[in-house]
């Protein structure tokens, strides 16, 4: 009987972890530092706090240094996460496809949208990807803004004349020196004035999607569900 080979052990959290930290060193200098920084600056806060407020309880400084450990692991984690991120996006830039790895792999829950356009230029690849959220409508134009520019008023005209009442916002992704990064695509989201409700949040992307039956392919050069930033756990 031939012998059935076993499928690849997936590695231990630490050694993702390791992986991850190797692969943002690589774009991101700064990372130790940042790290060092992340751990100490609790543990120290902490060694002060219990010194001022428990000098003479042996096990009050005992917990507040302990928490200050588990403080600085937890820091060390969520800055090792964005860098991570910001690492990756970084090695899209500026590629078709790129704004649409970015909407699949880091858009909060309070928002709904796709990696795939709602339209494209066949000529040059320029892109509008849309999302639904928080602070209404988001059409996100991926080119250079004076070509995706036309593009954009067309969605937004698109939007206005099936939901009126609705705030379309626009965001320009490009070579322009006044283009959003990458990553800040999720942030810049995320600041904008609440105007729907969770259940008018899907409401609205459910009856935009009548305008995207015919959905449009990806553009050639990239496939976003290979990019997907990897994050510690």
């Given at each position: 009987?031939a012998?059935?080979?076993?499928?690849a052990?997936?590695?231990?959290?630490?050694?993702?972890?390791?992986?991850?930290?190797?692969?943002?060193?690589?774009y991101?200098?700064?990372?130790?530092?940042?790290?060092?920084?992340?751990?100490?600056?609790?543990?120290?806060?902490?060694?002060?706090?219990?010194?001022?407020?428990?000098?003479?309880?042996?096990?009050?400084?005992?917990?507040?240094?302990?928490?200050?450990?588990?403080?600085?692991?937890?820091?060390?984690?969520?800055?090792?996460?964005?860098?991570?991120?910001?690492?990756?996006?970084?090695?899209?830039?500026?590629?078709?496809?790129?704004?649409?790895?970015?909407?699949?792999?880091?858009?909060?829950?309070?928002?709904?949208?796709?990696?795939?356009?709602?339209?494209?230029?066949?000529?040059?690849?320029?892109?509008?990807?849309?999302?639904?959220?928080?602070?209404?409508?988001?059409?996100?134009?991926?080119?250079?803004?004076?070509?995706?520019?036309?593009?954009?008023?067309?969605?937004?005209?698109?939007?206005?004349?099936?939901?009126?009442?609705?705030t379309?916002?626009?965001?320009?992704v490009?070579?322009?020196?006044?283009?959003?990064?990458?990553?800040?695509?999720?942030?810049?989201?995320?600041?904008?004035?609440?105007?729907?409700?969770?259940?008018?949040?899907?409401?609205?992307?459910?009856?935009?999607?009548?305008?995207?039956?015919?959905?449009?392919?990806i553009?050639?050069?990239?496939?976003?569900?290979?990019?997907?930033?990897?994050?510690?756990?």
């Amino acid at each position: 009987m031939a012998r059935t080979s076993s499928p690849a052990k997936e590695p231990g959290r630490l050694k993702q972890m390791w992986q991850v930290f190797k692969m943002t060193r690589r774009y991101d200098g700064n990372i130790v530092w940042m790290l060092i920084l992340a751990l100490i600056a609790p543990i120290g806060a902490a060694i002060v706090i219990s010194i001022l407020f428990s000098s003479d309880n042996i096990i009050g400084i005992i917990l507040y240094n302990i928490s200050g450990v588990l403080g600085g692991v937890l820091l060390v984690l969520i800055v090792l996460g964005r860098r991570a991120e910001r690492a990756a996006f970084s090695q899209i830039e500026g590629q078709a496809g790129a704004v649409g790895a970015v909407l699949k792999s880091s858009l909060r829950r309070s928002w709904i949208g796709s990696e795939m356009p709602i339209n494209v230029s066949p000529r040059t690849q320029d892109a509008v990807y849309r999302a639904v959220g928080k602070g209404g409508v988001v059409l996100i134009g991926e080119g250079p803004r004076s070509r995706t520019q036309p593009m954009l008023d067309k969605e937004r005209a698109n939007v206005a004349r099936i939901l009126p009442n609705v705030t379309v916002t626009l965001m320009y992704v490009g070579p322009d020196p006044e283009s959003t990064p990458l990553h800040k695509i999720v942030p810049s989201l995320s600041r904008l004035k609440r105007v729907l409700r969770r259940d008018e949040v899907t409401a609205v992307s459910n009856r935009l999607a009548s305008l995207s039956r015919n959905s449009l392919p990806i553009p050639k050069g990239m496939d976003p569900t290979k990019v997907r930033a990897p994050r510690p756990r």
